[in-house]
């Protein structure tokens, strides 16, 4: 059981570049979501999802994208990358009937 | 108006000592849950504790335990016995609603440094 797996664990943007930073659960969670931490700062939600197929927005979700569809897979995807994306990007995931989230190692990201 | 508030950004507290990180919160929504994550310098999130708005007794774990004070809307983290391993950035978060998923919000953390 390897929980919450995110890949990759660094990553280096150009400006403008796009990518998709993955996130996997091996736990049958329905609900999956994305969070960003900046320096000084608490966790951001991006956007969630309850389940394949469905997803919306949270607090922060302008320049970014996700899908959903698989129970496993949750990937965000940047679409322009710009220098205020700088930041540490969390995947988490829990049960809909469980509070407690699980969090993945999180991914660095660096937009130059 | 900030839905989590941690005005601590530091603390420091010697090893073996009790230390409480304090958290107000902000909110209209009677159900309501709050949670404590660590964060040490490796990065990870660890769930400490989970207090649930219509919970009538202070929630424990082990050495942790959340002061809930639900009319002045605080929810601080007591650590009893610190660690040299306790330290590390706790945030405080609280997830609105029973099923909104979408409205869940961290504080901005406080960094705790115990002393040997």
């Known amino acids: 059981n390897a929980g919450v797996t995110q890949t990759p664990k660094f990553q280096v943007l150009k400006t403008g570049q796009s990518m998709t930073l993955q996130c996997a659960q091996d736990m049958n969670h329905e609900y999956m979501s994305w969070y960003r931490q900046d320096p000084g700062m608490g966790l951001r939600l991006i956007h969630y999802s309850v389940g394949a197929g469905i997803t919306d927005q949270g607090e922060v979700p302008n320049g970014y994208n996700v899908s959903r569809s698989t129970t496993e897979d949750f990937p965000l995807r940047l679409l322009s990358a710009a220098p205020s994306q700088t930041s540490v990007y969390f995947c988490?995931?829990?049960?809909?009937?469980?509070?407690?989230?699980?969090f993945g190692p999180g991914t660095r990201l660096t937009v130059t | 108006a900030q839905k989590i508030t941690q005005t601590q950004p530091g603390m420091f507290v010697q090893e073996k000592e009790a230390v409480t990180l304090d958290c107000t919160y902000d909110?209209?929504?009677?159900?309501?849950?709050l949670f404590w994550y660590k964060q040490p310098s490796s990065g990870e999130m660890i769930f400490l504790i989970y207090?649930?708005?219509?919970?009538?007794q202070n929630a424990t774990e082990g050495r942790y335990s959340l002061n809930f004070q639900k009319a002045r809307k605080s929810a601080n983290l007591v650590i009893s016995a610190s660690q040299l391993g306790d330290s590390a950035m706790y945030f405080c978060?609280?997830?609105?609603?029973?099923?909104?998923?979408?409205?869940?919000?961290f504080g901005s953390g406080t960094k705790l440094n115990v002393k040997p």
């Open positions: 207090q649930g708005s219509y919970d009538q």
């Open positions: 978060a609280m997830r609105e609603g029973l099923y909104n998923f979408n409205k869940f919000y």
């Open positions: 909110t209209s929504d009677p159900s309501y849950g």
């Open positions: 988490a995931s829990s049960p809909l009937t469980v509070y407690e989230q699980y």
